[in-house]
């Protein structure tokens, strides 16, 4: 289930870390990072195996350590998410778009759902 869906841009990791569109569905779960020309998910089903699904790319909060804030510069704000190994992943996005709050507070309300799960059991 989406809760927002947009554009965000991502940095490569190449020499020249130029930015790259990305079409991005922000769920309960993680981040997932389509490219813009790929055809959007189909809902609910899974993925016929022909199917190249390796083009897009999913950030679960489960292997996300934090979401930095990094810098507001004209018209965009410039975030960085952190994962649990350590690799950290640059993005940007229109201030007004508010992804980086909307990704935080996702991953805060992911996080606590395991640590009620965990008490739990």
Known sequence: KAVKEGMLEKRSDGLLQLWKKKRC????????????????PPQQQP??????????????????????????????????????????IDFRCAQEHGWNAAITLQMVQYKNRQAILAVRS
């Open 25 to 40: 569905i922000l769920t309960e779960e993680g981040l997932l990072l389509i490219p813009p020309k790929h055809p959007p």
């Open 47 to 88: 993925a016929p195996p022909a199917e190249p699904a390796a083009k897009i790319k999913e950030l679960h909060f489960s292997n996300m350590k934090t979401v930095d804030c990094v810098e507001r510069k004209g018209k965009y704000v410039y975030f960085t998410v952190v994962m649990a190994e350590g690799k950290e």
